[in-house]
């Protein structure tokens, strides 16, 4: 019976305020301990790089040759992110733009027909203008599949099928 008095004395001690209401800091606000004067987010030191990001870098520098199994995950990953404004055929006439969100060009523009396969690749990377950076959402790999995909879309349109 005192070990269990003993048991219940100390589980409750746990639930002090202490662990009730925890130090916390957010993300850019000054430390107080135990570095003065500096952020609670500590900038890395010189050199320092991600895990992943040397990697990332490769990947962004050369395309992957475009299989039907990169096509395919273009096709997906296209559907997924870029239809609700550029629309399934890249005509740009997508859910959001019927709702009044900035009419994209087309991707069967003669401008964008011959552009670089680099300039979709950054447009998702960094965004352009209206469109915002999907860089956090479509991995390197991705970009890459989404661009083959938008090649082959571009093949498919202002063609006819006796040629
Ligand atoms: C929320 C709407 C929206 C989505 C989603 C979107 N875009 Fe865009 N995109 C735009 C708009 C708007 C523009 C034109 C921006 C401007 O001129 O200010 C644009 C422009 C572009 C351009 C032309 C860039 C240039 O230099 O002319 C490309 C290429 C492009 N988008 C690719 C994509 C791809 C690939 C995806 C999917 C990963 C995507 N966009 C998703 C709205 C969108």
């Known amino acids: 019976m005192k070990h269990l008095i003993l048991a219940v004395a100390l589980i409750l001690a746990g639930c002090n305020e202490v662990q009730d209401v925890q130090i916390r800091y957010d993300t850019m606000a000054q430390a107080i301990q135990p570095w003065p004067g ?58 959001i733009v019927a709702r009044g969100f900035p009419k994209p060009p087309s991707f069967h523009s003669a401008q964008l027909r011959s552009a670089p396969a680099r300039l979709f690749f950054d447009t998702i990377t960094n965004g352009y203008g209206a469109m915002y950076s999907y860089a956090d959402r479509v991995p390197v790999g991705d970009r890459w599949a989404i661009v083959a995909y938008i090649r082959a879309l571009q093949l498919s349109q202002l063609t006819t099928a006796n040629k």
Do not use: K, W
């Open 38 to 95: 500096a952020s609670a987010a500590l900038v890395p030191p010189d050199g320092v790089v991600a895990q992943g990001d040397l990697q990332d870098q490769e990947a962004a520098r050369n395309p992957p040759p475009a299989t039907p199994q990169l096509l395919a995950r273009g096709q997906e990953r296209f559907g997924i992110f870029c239809t609700p404004c550029h629309g399934y055929d890249g005509y740009a006439d997508g859910i």
